[in-house]
């Protein structure tokens, strides 16, 4: 059996001009499994059609990721773009309709914090005498 693959294997090289030093069995046996693949697809997809899509299924699954996470990096970036427009055009909206008289947004922060204690103040009287003694 092994000097009837011998043979055969130099007859291949032979006829594909190789020379036998060169050209290993297994690098043989890979290129006859990439001569037959055609043959092997017909065979899978007539006998065992289901097995076969989802083999491609999977693969496609598995190559496709990169290309996935390519298009939702690429997403996410016109995203933060969209978002970064939105917000600067919102922010120009909101400066123009805050009141004349706050001088800058630390003003204005410190305004509505000092209004949110009193409005807790109120409800819980033990905090007015605490902030009295501060």
């Keep these: 059996m092994a000097t009837d693959f011998n043979s055969f294997h130099s007859a291949m090289l032979t006829s594909f001009r190789l020379d036998l030093s060169y050209i290993s069995i297994a690098e043989l046996l890979l290129c ?4 037959m693949l055609p043959f092997l697809v017909m065979v ?3 006998e065992y059609k289901l097995i076969f899509l989802s083999l491609i299924f999977i693969y496609y699954i598995l190559h496709s990721k990169y290309i996935i996470i390519f298009l939702h990096i690429y997403n996410l ?3 933060n773009l969209v978002n970064s427009n939105s917000i600067s055009q919102n922010y120009n909206k909101l400066s123009h309709k805050l009141p004349r008289n706050i ?3 630390e003003d204005f922060q410190n305004e509505s914090f000092s209004k949110a204690i009193d409005k807790v103040a109120s409800y819980i009287p033990t905090i007015t005498s605490k902030l009295s003694e501060d």
């Excluded at 006859?32 to 001569?35: F, G, H, R």
């Design 32 to 35: 006859l499994i990439n001569m």
């Design 44 to 46: 899978i997809l007539t």
């Design 77 to 79: 970036r016109s995203i």
């Design 103 to 105: 001088q800058s947004i």
